[in-house]
């Protein structure tokens, strides 16, 4: 069919009827040419599909960061939450009366009536002891009043073994004193608040002034 169309077209210019020869040569050339139209078709149709492919990758890299950085999220929000929450804080009275403790013969542990807080049920306030449901590194404060002229001298202690003190001797207004400590406690040590057995050693507390408190930082 293409070698009668190219003679025709030869024929309407008002050329001399080709040779054979010469419709041969122009067939060949024109289905070199349809050749080479369909191969850049194929090409630029490969080249598009390449292009949005490579789009779509884009756009479900980006989404699959998106939902990376939300399951991290949830994954150190779930951990925060699984982890033991431990904490307590007591006072030594419930009372707006001043009252003062002591002086005993015999180191006192300090029974701190008034729980404020008591998470994880760690603080015993018949005891006074605050025994660590999980082991961890644990934050530790204690606060101590004393009354007028009187002299206050107490501690903390780790199972049975002193660790930190407080001390003030008051003259003629009543006085206070403060410590605190970052602990590491196994699973069952305990850790509990006493005034010591010295001549005169008193603590006193008025409205909740005298206290005991502690938190779980991190466990291990």
Not at 67 to 85: G, M, S
Not at 138 to 147: A, E
Not at 173 to 193: C, I, K
């Amino acid at each position: 069919m293409t070698k009668w169309f190219l003679v025709a077209l030869l024929a309407l210019v008002g050329a001399q009827s080709p040779s054979d020869n010469e419709v041969a040569e122009l067939t060949t050339r024109v289905e070199q040419l349809t050749a080479r139209v369909e191969q850049l078709k194929r090409e630029r149709d490969a080249a598009l599909n390449i292009s949005l492919t490579c789009g779509a990758f884009s756009i479900d890299d980006n989404l699959l960061q998106q939902l990376t950085a939300k399951v991290e999220k949830l994954e150190r929000e779930r951990k925060f939450r699984e982890r033991p929450r431990v904490a307590f804080s007591a006072a030594l009275i419930d009372s707006r009366n001043w009252t003062t403790f002591g002086p005993y013969t015999d180191d006192e542990t300090l029974k701190l009536k008034k729980v404020i807080t008591n998470i994880g049920g760690g603080y015993n306030p018949e005891t006074g002891w605050f025994t660590a449901p999980v082991g961890g590194l644990y934050y530790f404060r204690v606060t101590g009043h004393v009354g007028d002229s009187d002299y206050l001298n107490a501690g903390v202690k780790k199972n049975r073994e002193n660790l930190i003190a407080i001390h003030h001797k008051s003259k003629s207004t009543r006085g206070s004193a403060s410590n605190a400590m970052v602990l590491e406690l196994e699973q069952d040590d305990f850790v509990f608040f006493q005034l010591w057995r010295e001549r005169g050693l008193t603590i006193g507390d008025q409205g909740g002034i005298t206290t005991f408190t502690g938190f779980l930082v991190s466990p291990v």
